[in-house]
């Protein structure tokens, strides 16, 4: 695996404690190369994004949030029957755990990962959270590509190359919850099942009424 380490992009400075450091590891570890760039591609969106916002947020956990954003999509953490979203959260409370952090940086990280793929919730948490949604939207649609200066945009794609990332992405995803594509209903991923799989049929809310149990 072929990537870089700075120790800082675009005028941010990737976190270096135990905890950041030992994160990263896991990541190279179980992730890919291409997920890699991604995750930390979205540590200097989301920090950009608060010096813009000027939001205040804690470096260390936005970090931990990135990194283990999508880890759910491996083989290694990936649960038969969890939304990815929640396997990489898990993961990350348990890591988070096992440093001793208190309870309330536990639920921010997990909050973070756990909702980074339902828009219309993350935007209104905690920083961190709204800053892990805005950032993976703009790295994988675009969302807020303007905010960006074109040299912040070079930088930061030099350290963290894209590598085909609109070709690659969807059936990276996809790999990662085919064996469950029910876990995706209620967030952006079902688009992503209906994409790959050949008249997929999506859980639908108003079946769902329809079909209770209840008389009327």
Not at 96 to 116: K, M, N, T
Not at 192 to 199: G, Q, V
Request: hydrophobic letters at 40%.
């Amino acid at each position: 695996m072929s990537i870089n380490k700075p120790k800082a992009v675009a005028g941010i400075k990737i976190p270096d404690s135990a905890i950041a450091g030992q994160a990263t590891e896991l990541l190279l570890e179980h992730g890919t190369e291409f997920l890699y760039n991604h995750s930390l591609r979205t540590f200097v969106f989301a920090s950009l994004g608060a010096v813009n916002k000027k939001v205040q947020y804690d470096p260390e956990l936005l970090y931990v949030s990135s990194v283990f954003h999508d880890l759910g999509l491996t083989p290694h953490y990936s649960s038969p029957d969890k939304g990815f979203e929640i396997d990489g959260a898990n993961a990350a409370r348990d890591f988070l755990q096992s440093h001793g952090l208190p309870h309330q940086a536990l639920q921010l990280v997990w909050d973070a990962i756990a909702l980074h793929t339902i828009p219309g919730v993350a935007p209104y948490k905690e920083a961190e959270v709204a800053l892990l949604n805005y950032a993976v939207a703009l790295d994988v649609v675009g969302r807020g590509y303007q905010d960006l200066s074109a040299q912040h945009r070079e930088d930061i794609v030099k350290q963290f190359p894209r590598t085909g990332f609109k070709q690659q992405i969807i059936p990276t995803f996809f790999e990662g919850f085919k064996h469950k594509p029910g876990t995706t209903y209620g967030t952006i991923n079902a688009d992503i099942c209906a994409f790959m799989i050949p008249d997929y049929q999506r859980g639908n809310f108003c079946d769902a009424i329809l079909a209770s149990p209840w008389s009327e």
